[in-house]
């Protein structure tokens, strides 16, 4: 008798004990938390930590902001950062530890394919998500994500009003990676909003770690603009090999994917004679307004090596959040990451606009039902001509 009570008592001990980690991350787990948490998952090393530690210091700042500010109504916000290498197999376990952690809200994931998951499990638990910059198109599909970032679909329509605006009735070149979403999902836009008047030569590459793009090179040598729907890695590549084949006066024009590309170790952007710019939504050289205090306070405390749209974006999402959760009337730090999605998707889903962003060229910032946003995209210059 005294064995099989040992034994019942064993079994709801480790029941309890399920039961807890079961419950951090069912719908209406409250949190026990002294301040308002945002998780996030990013990389915070390897090759895409540049991506990573941006909006881990740009949210922070903007943290730190809110906070010497009052808070919400008194109750002051924290972040949690973890680190997934730009390995979508390590959000489920990040994700789960953030929920032990406390984290009500988040900025899901820094890039694409980690986002994929992290779609999934946020949907799950009802956990609302605003990424500053993981930009595939499926990342919002369901209504408690939403992306401070331009989607690839809607960099490839703005890149192609660009192109039609500046470029119509020439021939363009253009260089992506056609295996690859992101690179691929932004082209094929691209492709079908520009102006029918427009000539394009398509080149493409598959291999990861190429390190050769001679017969890309020659045949987009006679171009004198050349989209490059691409990560910096390998445009580098091809603008170091292609330095004295193309045009000296040819531009260079790239996505979100060439944020950083003038911090790449061993480049040397200065010794590429042609323009280097890309669609952007935030102006790094602002002189005023609110962009301008954001710079001026991001370098002074993290230098210029993450300062990139990626960190202004992570700066915007925690801000966003704030606005959205005051707007909502949040006044319980306790509340549940669920009680409180349901709060944040009634106010985007209900026309919510963020106003003063840092991105946008300082418009307001609204968002549609599928979780895209609406704000101005401009052409930035990353290096002049020579």
């Known amino acids: 008798m005294k064995k099989l009570v040992k034994v019942l008592c064993l079994i709801m001990a480790i029941a309890m004990i399920c039961s807890c980690f079961a419950g951090c991350g069912k719908k209406g787990y409250t949190a026990n938390n002294t301040k308002y948490v945002i998780g996030m998952s990013g990389p915070l090393t390897g090759p895409a930590a540049i991506y990573g530690l941006g909006v881990q210091n740009g949210a922070t700042l903007a943290i730190e902001e809110i906070n010497a500010n ?6 002051e916000f924290k972040l949690e950062a973890t680190d997934d290498m730009h390995d979508a197999t390590k959000v489920a376990t990040n994700y789960s530890s953030l929920l032990e952690k406390g984290m009500q809200v988040s900025l899901g994931c820094v890039t694409s394919a980690p986002c994929a998951e992290w779609t999934n499990l946020s949907n799950e638990d009802n956990v609302f998500f605003i990424t500053p910059s ?3 198109d499926d990342v919002p599909k369901y209504d408690n994500g939403y992306q401070m970032c331009f989607a690839d679909g809607n960099q490839g329509k703005a ?6 605006e ?22 094929e836009q691209f492709k079908e909003n520009v102006s029918k008047d427009v000539k394009i030569i398509e080149t493409v590459f598959t291999d990861a770690g190429a390190t050769s793009f001679d017969s890309q090179i020659n045949a987009l040598k006679d171009c004198k603009f050349i989209f490059m729907p691409i990560y910096y890695t390998p445009a580098s590549i091809f603008m170091t090999q292609a330095k004295d084949v193309i045009a000296s006066d040819a531009v260079y024009y790239g996505c979100d994917g060439f944020d950083g590309i003038d911090a790449i170790e061993g480049f040397d952007i200065k010794k590429i004679p042609q323009q280097v710019s890309m669609l952007s939504h935030f102006n790094s050289k ?19 090596d993450t300062l990139n749209q990626f960190a202004a974006s992570g700066y915007d999402s925690v801000y966003a959040i704030y606005q959205a ?6 006044d319980d730090v306790t509340i549940s990451a669920s009680d409180l999605s ?13 106003k003063d ?23 930035f210059i990353i290096k002049e001509a020579d």
């Open 357 to 379: 962003a840092v991105t946008g060229g300082g418009n307001d910032v609204s968002w549609d039902a599928n979780g895209y946003v609406n704000k101005t995209a401009i052409k």
């Open 342 to 354: 349901d709060k944040l998707k009634e106010q985007f889903q209900g026309g919510f606009k963020f």
């Open 286 to 304: 602002a002189t005023d307004g609110k962009t301008a205090k954001f710079i001026k306070d991001y370098t002074n405390k993290y230098g210029t």
């Open 70 to 75: 009052g808070g919400l109504n008194g109750v």
């Open 159 to 164: 890149a192609a009003e660009y192109v039609s």
């Open 325 to 330: 959760m005051s707007a909502a009337k949040v």
């Open 134 to 136: 993981a930009s595939n």
């Open 166 to 187: 500046n470029y119509a009735g020439q021939t363009i070149g253009v260089f992506y990676k056609s295996d690859d979403n992101y690179s691929n999902g932004i082209f």
